[in-house]
T-cell receptor
C-alpha cells in the first residue's frame, strides 16, 4: 500500500518568515495530494491541493509543489503569522482513499 | 454551510462496553471514513465506505465494526471497548470514489475508555 513520510515533525519560525514542509510518497498511482491544517480541538481542514498533472499551485500565502519523478511534494507558507500555528498533514490519494503523513506541528513566534 | 457532524465531542466509557460513534454529513457525499488519531501516529484508517451498505477495512479494523444504512450516516462501533481504544476519532467524507477530492472532516470525538 501507499506510504507517506512527512518532515519535519516540528517546525518553529519567527513571524514573517517562510515555512516549508516536505512529504514523500511511495505509490506512483497516487494522483492527488491535499494538505490539511488542524487547529487545536478541531478536525483537519483542507487548505490546498494539487493533482498529479500539475507541478505547482498557489493560493495567496500558501503554495504546493509536486515532483512526480521524485515522488515528493511540499507545502510552502510565506509571511507566516501567529494564526498559521497548527498541525499540518499531507496526504496522497488514489481511488478516493487517502494515506496521511504523521503531521508537522508549526509554531509561529510573534 | 456544509458539514460533517459527529454526535459527541467527548465520551467516557467503561471497559467491555459496546460503544457507538455516530457521523452524519449533509453534502450528499458517497465516501465516508473513520480514522483514529493518536500522538506520534498521525491519522490511521479504521474503516471506510463507498456506498450505502458497503464497507471496507482500513489499516487497523481490529476491534471495530461499522454500519452504513443511509448515505448520510456512518457509524463506528466498538464491540467491546478496551483501554487501548482511548483515542481521538475523526469521521470524514468525500465525493465519488475514483475522483480526486479532498476530505471534509468532523470535529472529532475524544473517547476515553476506563
Amino acid at each position: 500500500g501507499e506510504n507517506v513520510e512527512q518532515h519535519p515533525s516540528t517546525l518553529s519560525v519567527q513571524e514573517g518568515d517562510s515555512a516549508v514542509i516536505k512529504c514523500t510518497y511511495s505509490d506512483s498511482a497516487s494522483n492527488y495530494f491535499p494538505w490539511y491544517k488542524q487547529e487545536l480541538g478541531k478536525g483537519p481542514q483542507l487548505i490546498i491541493d494539487i493533482r498529479s498533472n500539475v507541478g505547482e499551485k498557489k493560493d495567496q500565502r500558501i503554495a504546493v509543489t509536486l515532483n512526480k519523478t521524485a515522488k515528493h511534494f511540499s507545502l510552502h507558507i510565506t509571511e507566516t503569522q501567529p494564526e498559521d500555528s497548527a498541525v499540518y498533514f499531507c496526504a496522497a490519494l488514489y481511488a478516493g482513499k487517502s494515506t496521511f503523513g504523521d503531521g508537522t506541528t508549526l509554531t509561529v513566534k510573534p | 454551510d456544509v458539514k460533517v457532524t459527529q454526535s459527541s465531542r467527548y465520551l467516557v466509557k467503561r471497559t467491555g462496553e459496546k460503544v457507538f460513534l455516530e457521523c452524519v454529513q449533509d453534502m450528499d457525499h458517497e465516501n465516508m471514513f473513520w480514522y483514529r488519531q493518536d500522538p506520534g501516529l498521525g491519522l490511521r484508517l479504521i474503516y471506510f465506505s463507498y456506498d450505502v451498505k458497503m464497507k471496507e477495512k482500513g489499516d487497523i479494523p481490529e476491534g471495530y465494526s461499522v454500519s452504513r444504512e443511509k448515505k448520510e450516516r456512518f457509524s463506528l462501533i466498538l464491540e467491546s471497548a478496551s483501554t487501548n481504544q482511548t483515542s481521538m476519532y475523526l469521521c470524514a467524507s468525500s465525493l465519488l470514489r475514483g475522483n480526486t477530492y479532498g476530505y471534509t472532516f468532523g470535529s472529532g470525538t475524544r473517547l476515553t475508555v476506563v
